[in-house]
C-alpha cells in the first residue's frame, strides 16, 4: 500500500526558508516521477515542481522558480522541497504526489499534506 | 499561468447525471491526452478518479467518466449520490517554454 507522509511545515516569515520533506514507502520510489502540489486556505490546486525518478531533470511553476528547489534522496525514498525567499501567497498546505504510470497529469497517490504558512 | 477554467460551482439531485467541463489551450488539453481528474472532499486530500482523459483507476466507481473534444474535456458523473459531494478539479500537462502540469479552478459539487 502506498504511503507518503509529508512534514517540516511550520510559520515563517517573509522572505526566510523552510524545507519540507515527504517520505513513501509501499512502491519502487525509485521509478516514479514525483510532484509537490499546494493548495492555499480556501483556494484551488496549484502544482509547484516535478522531479523525475532518477532526478536528472526538475521542472517549477513560473511562480516559485528561482525560489523553490525540488529534490529526491532515492536511497531514503524521500522527497525534499526547498523554500526560499517565501512570500505571504506561498502559504498553503503542500502535498507530495506520485505520478502514475501514464505520465505528468495522473497523481495516483496524494500524501496528507503539511501547512506551510508565510506570515510576519 | 493561467488556470484551466470550470465551473464554479453545479448542483443536481440524486439520482441525475450531470456534467463538469474543463477549457484549456491546444498546449495543454487540446494538444495532450494527458488530463486528469480529482475529488477532494473537506480537509481531505484529493483523489485520482480520472487519468489520461477517460480511464479509471481500480476502485473508482464507474458512474464517473470522462471524454475530451477539442480544448474542452469533460466530467461526467451519473447516478448521482449525497457522497459525491466534494470539490472536483482536473488538470492536464502544459507544453509552452517549459514542460508543466496546470489545474482547474475547482468545481464545488453539490447534491440537492
Known amino acids: 500500500q502506498v504511503h507518503l507522509v509529508e512534514s517540516g511545515g511550520g510559520v515563517v516569515q517573509p522572505g526566510g526558508s523552510l524545507r519540507v520533506s515527504c517520505e513513501a514507502s509501499g512502491f519502487a520510489f525509485s521509478s516514479h516521477s514525483m510532484h509537490w502540489v499546494r493548495q492555499a486556505p480556501g483556494k484551488g490546486l496549484e502544482w509547484v515542481a516535478v522531479i523525475q525518478n532518477d532526478g536528472r531533470n526538475e521542472f517549477y511553476a513560473d511562480s516559485v522558480k528561482g525560489r523553490f528547489t525540488i529534490s529526491r534522496d532515492n536511497s531514503k525514498s524521500t522527497l525534499y522541497l526547498q523554500m526560499d525567499t517565501l512570500r505571504t501567497e506561498d502559504t498553503a498546505v503542500y502535498y507530495c504526489?506520485?505520478?502514475?504510470?501514464?505520465?505528468?497529469?495522473?497523481?495516483?497517490?496524494w500524501g496528507q499534506g503539511t501547512l506551510v504558512t508565510v506570515t510576519s | 499561468q493561467s488556470a484551466l477554467t470550470q465551473p464554479a460551482s453545479v448542483s443536481g439531485s440524486p439520482g441525475q447525471s450531470l456534467t463538469i467541463s474543463c477549457t484549456g489551450t491546444?498546449?495543454?488539453?487540446?494538444?495532450?491526452?494527458?488530463v486528469s481528474w480529482y475529488q477532494q472532499h473537506p480537509g481531505r486530500a484529493p483523489k485520482l478518479i480520472i487519468y489520461?482523459?477517460?480511464n479509471r483507476p481500480s476502485g473508482v466507481s464507474n458512474r464517473f467518466s470522462g471524454s475530451k473534444s477539442g480544448n474542452t474535456a469533460s466530467l461526467t458523473i451519473s447516478g448521482l449520490q449525497a457522497e459525491d459531494e466534494a470539490d472536483y478539479y482536473c488538470n492536464s500537462y502544459r507544453r509552452t517554454h517549459t514542460h508543466g502540469v496546470i489545474f482547474g479552478g475547482g468545481t464545488k459539487l453539490t447534491v440537492l
Open positions: 504526489a506520485k505520478e502514475g504510470g501514464t505520465g505528468w497529469s495522473c497523481f495516483d497517490n
Open positions: 491546444s498546449s495543454d488539453i487540446g494538444g495532450y491526452d494527458f
Open positions: 489520461a482523459v477517460r
